[in-house]
């Protein structure tokens, strides 16, 4: 069975433009959920899907959004990009809701802003 | 709130020595308790987990780890260390109800492993 996969692996932006990352979970898993690693501030969650709802978010400005399709592929988009938000972005999926669920995590897209 | 602290932010061991990571968490009820180890340019791979019962788990590749409620800790632990275990490792703790399947991470311990 094939893993978590993210698109792409690496992005070079310049400030203010905006730019989407894609996800694609496993098969059958119905959950996705997006975190940002930052040597500063570590993992951090971002959101979480399931079902195409968003279930739940994290302590981020409304420039960082993302959406889920009815294949439970996700992507998520960050809009007037900041140097901070140079980062690695981690998706995960999981078979479901509840936090016993196993998440497997693809291996990230590397976002530089310039 | 959850939180987790990972005192630890490098360690240096030699081939073949023991291993322990430190881990302790905050939070409210029984937490669900994670370990991750990633390796460069690569993402999170689940070691082991703890959501309740025994509180010594074993997981994936030698590694174990022991839950002590009494003081808010969940150590990793390798009796043997082999130079491919040099990566970076997280302890994670997992809100402990329905629908919430977000992480709160440690600040992570590099490990180093010398021949």
């Known amino acids: 069975k094939a893993g978590v996969t993210q698109t792409p692996r690496y992005l070079i932006k310049t400030r203010g433009q905006q730019v989407t990352l894609s996800c694609s979970p496993i098969?059958?898993?119905?959950?996705v959920s997006w975190y940002q690693q930052t040597p500063g501030q570590g993992l951090q969650f971002l959101f979480e899907?399931?079902?195409?709802?968003?279930?739940n978010k994290g302590n981020f400005p409304g420039r960082f959004s993302g959406r889920q399709f009815s294949n439970s592929r996700s992507e998520m988009n960050v809009s007037t990009l900041e140097l901070g938000d140079s980062a690695l972005y981690l998706c995960?999926?999981?078979?479901?809701?509840?936090?016993?669920?196993?998440?497997?995590f693809g291996p990230g897209t590397r976002l530089t802003v310039l | 709130a959850q939180s987790v602290t990972q005192p630890d932010i490098h360690i240096t061991v030699s081939e073949g020595a023991s291993l322990e990571l430190r881990c302790n968490y905050s939070?409210?009820?029984?937490?669900?308790l994670f370990w991750y180890v990633q390796s460069p340019g690569q993402g999170l791979q689940l070691l082991l987990k703890?959501?309740?019962?025994?509180?010594l788990v074993q997981g994936i590749k030698g590694f174990e780890a022991e839950f002590k409620r009494s003081q808010s800790s969940f150590n990793l632990r390798k009796p043997s260390v082999h130079w491919s275990d040099a990566a970076e490792y997280f302890c994670?703790?997992?809100?402990?109800?329905?629908?919430?399947?977000?992480?709160?991470f440690g600040t992570g311990t590099r490990l180093t492993v010398i021949p």
């Open positions: 995960a999926s999981s078979l479901g809701l509840g936090g016993y669920n196993e998440q497997f």
């Open positions: 098969s059958g898993h119905r959950s």
């Open positions: 899907y399931f079902s195409e709802t968003q279930r």
């Open positions: 939070y409210g009820a029984t937490p669900y």
């Open positions: 703890y959501f309740s019962g025994d509180t």
């Open positions: 994670a703790v997992g809100a402990a109800q329905t629908g919430a399947n977000n992480l709160f």
